[in-house]
């Protein structure tokens, strides 16, 4: 995490992300110490070195007052096209392996003029279906690594046994409601 930004302007805030290559995902969070002003917001931008060096900005996205983090896909982005950015008359140090998140505080109704590079959304249906599914195969994996036979079970009256065909019998109805609707959990 990092938290001290280096102030460039008034307005303008960047954080240096050494070895970005190795990066995919990019989290911004505003820290609930200091919001924006009122009416106020900020433009999320990547920048990192061309082959000659040159800083490429590229806008993510914004974080406000009402909507405090996002999380922004950079893996694509490396070799993309810039797009205009407020950095641009700034001279910002560039080495080959450190890029730079830029924040450029402006206002709401100019935020919602902007548009992001498409690829730098983090699909949430997609992030929360994965993850769905990812958890159903390791309950179901844990759960039948206890399966017994009943020639197996002792009696222990504290104890209760739940058949494994009614956890797979879950887990598979589980699975077909969220391929048929991955927001079914919602209603």
């Not at 830029?102 to 206002?107: H, K, T």
């Not at 279906?129 to 504290?158: C, G, H, I, R, W």
């Not at 887990?171 to 991955?182: H, M, S």
Request: hydrophobic fraction near 40%; aromatic fraction near 12%; charged fraction near 15%.
């Amino acid at each position: 995490v990092q938290a001290a930004p280096q102030q460039v302007a008034e307005d303008k805030f960047v954080f240096d992300l050494p070895d970005y290559e190795n990066i995919n995902h990019v989290v911004v969070f505003m820290l609930g110490t200091i919001p924006f002003p009122e009416g106020m917001g900020g433009s999320v931008y990547f920048c990192y070195p061309d082959q000659s060096g040159m800083a490429v900005w590229q806008l993510l996205g914004f974080v406000t007052n009402e909507k405090p983090s996002a999380i922004f896909k950079i893996s694509g982005l490396k070799s993309g096209k810039g797009s205009q950015h407020p950095f641009g008359a700034m001279n910002l140090p560039q080495t080959p392996t450190v890029a730079q998140i830029g924040i450029s505080v402006e206002l709401l109704e100019t935020l919602a003029q902007q548009t992001p590079v498409a690829s730098a959304a983090v699909s949430s249906v997609d992030s929360f279906t994965e993850f769905t599914q990812k958890m159903l195969d390791n309950f179901y994996n844990f759960a039948s690594s206890f399966a017994v036979t009943q020639a197996q079970m002792t009696p222990n009256p504290s104890e209760a046994f739940i058949p494994a065909n009614v956890v797979l019998k879950w887990y598979e109805n589980f699975q077909r409601r969220l391929t048929q609707n991955p927001l079914f959990w919602k209603t």
